[in-house]
């Protein structure tokens, strides 16, 4: 009986030590068999939840932990490439976890922006990046805009991810790894991408951006992850690098007929800002002698009155100075009125039109000036004084052409001597300001013209 109870014994130890072994290699099997991704986010605010920071102007915000790239240039249209707004969007179904998404949007123009963020990674790992993305872009600028429309691709918008495995921050680098571009019109989309580190640190770049504009514009992110695996790649394996922004092409102005008029013929991406730019008249101007109401309304082949037949020039001589009134329509599609008894002013987000053209010489010049835009609506109304204490800049393509403070009383400053090109106008507000127009502008210059560039800051 003894002899049977240690054998009894022997056998229940012996299976005991079977299932201990046979649990211990199940467990082996089940943590090699789990994906090699599927470890810690790599990521600060993954979840881009708040708060969030002000990136130079109160209606720009991004999340805490992650910086911001907007592409600026070109601008050969007054909708095209405009800084967005930035906020942080509370509502469902446009977020999809903890208590808010972010949300920037543009309406009625267009935007190529990039949140990105640096994070160490163990040496030459492999990294994979992905994030979810929603489109809301609907209105065609030429019609009423309703709220609840249905997103369409009509605005050529779309989302990308892309990881550059040696840790830059430019967007256009081409190292970066990118993504296949995707379109989630009205639903939640995720990208994804692989990458292998060139060091110990890569960044992630969540971009997008739209061809065309549209009255809303709106693009969402939400659940960002960078985790340690995935299959890892380099330039070449991933997606192509984004296309650059895109460029509509300037008017060109048509000549006078028989009856000394001006005539021009509306085509494929004229408004009715490139048109006033081309023929140096203002916005109100072309709008006044069309009974255009609403300057978003135009359609391809309608005749645009510049010079009616058999009269006077001097309001619309192109030797005449004049001023274009060039900007993007405010988000309410509301057109702001033009006092009477001014002149109408420059818009802050474009260029203003050639005035004075000089056959006998052919230095130009950009003259700037930064004003109070006290009401927000980027256009300088009566009483929205100068502002002193910001800075303005001009730079050519290679060099700084000049920096110059405000004082707020001897403006528009002019940066004189210029030769025919390319240059970029930049603003910095005073302290305690933030700007309410674009940062930076890009100006065509015309030899022997006069260009001017309004930007507007507020409190």
Known sequence: MQFGRKSGQRSRQFLLRRALLAALWLSVLLIAGLPAFAQDNLLTNPGLEEPFTGRGRGDLNIPSGWNLWVANAPQTEVWMNLTPTGYPHRTEPEYREGSVSLNLSKGFGTFTAAIYQQVSVPEDADVRAS?????????????????????????????????????????????????????????????????????????????????????FNNMYW??????????????????????????????????????????????????????????????????????????????????????????????????????????????????????????????????????VVDPASDAAAVCVLLFNDSNRNRIQEQGEDLLSGGTLTLNSATVQMGEYATDGVSEPHCFGGLTAGDYMALAAAPSGYGLTTTDQLLVQVRPGASINVVFGAAE
């Open 131 to 215: 994030a979810y993305a929603w489109l809301h872009t609907c209105g065609d600028p030429g019609e009423e805009p309703t709220e609840g429309c249905e997103s369409s691709g009509g605005s050529g918008a779309s989302v990308r991810i892309g990881i550059d495995p040696d840790g830059g921050t430019d967007p256009n680098s081409s190292s970066i790894v990118w993504s296949s571009p995707m379109s989630p019109h009205d639903t939640w989309g995720q990208v994804t991408v692989d990458a292998s580190a060139s060091g110990s640190a890569v960044t992630v770049f969540l971009y997008g951006g739209q061809t065309a504009p549209r009255a």
């Open 222 to 355: 939400d659940e960002a992850l960078l985790v340690v695996g995935g299959e890892g790649g380099t330039a070449g394996d991933g997606g192509s690098a984004p296309p650059p922004p895109a460029e509509a092409p300037a008017v060109v102005a048509q000549n006078a007929q028989e009856d000394g008029s001006v005539i021009h013929t509306v085509v494929a991406g004229d408004t009715i800002d490139s048109i006033a730019v081309a023929y140096g008249l203002t916005r109100q101007q072309i709008m006044d002698l069309n009974g255009i109401s609403d300057p978003r309304i135009i359609q391809i082949g309608q005749q645009i009155i510049i010079v009616p037949p058999e009269e006077e020039t001097s309001g619309t001589n192109f030797d005449e100075e004049g001023e274009v009134f060039e900007g993007d329509v405010p988000e309410d599609a509301t057109q702001e009125p033009v006092p009477t008894s001014t002149p109408a002013p420059a818009a802050p987000v474009a260029a203003a039109a050639v005035d």
